[in-house]
């Protein structure tokens, strides 16, 4: 029904900054909230961002508060990841998402999943 595709992955260096894009195709008609996972070497995906649908409402993990920001523009069925002061545990596969919710909080009800881009962080 939906079709999530992140771009803007690279390698940066520590204190450094990095955009992330995710196009979403499909029934993008419907209003999802839209997030974004990560996961680490050696860990579990775990939640970075969030934002709904008319993007009044957005929530971050604790570990990126106040240096990553999450945005959306509707019209071009685009969120973004600006993610600014760069740390070597950034690195990390980020994953696009979607659900029929208000905002995503757990990722436990997320509908569909991108196929991840590649973050890596240099110290």
């Known amino acids: 029904q939906v079709q999530l595709v992140e771009s803007g992955g690279g390698l940066v260096q520590a204190g450094g900054s990095l955009g992330l894009s995710c196009a979403a195709s499909?029934?993008?008609?419907?209003?999802?909230?839209m997030g974004w996972f990560r996961q680490r070497p050696g860990k579990e995906r775990e939640f970075v961002a969030s934002?709904?649908?008319?993007?009044?409402?957005?929530r971050y993990a604790d570990s990126v508060k106040g240096r990553f920001t999450i945005s959306r523009d509707n019209a071009k069925n685009t969120i973004y990841l600006q993610m600014n002061s760069l740390k070597p545990e950034d690195t990390a596969v980020y994953y696009c998402?979607?659900?029929?919710?208000?905002?995503?909080?757990?990722?436990?009800?997320?509908?569909?999943w991108g196929q991840g881009t590649q973050v890596t962080v240099s110290s």
């Open positions: 499909g029934r993008t008609f419907s209003r999802y909230a």
């Open positions: 998402s979607a659900e029929t919710a208000l905002i995503i909080s757990t990722g436990r009800n997320v509908d569909y």
């Open positions: 934002i709904s649908w008319s993007g009044g409402t957005t």
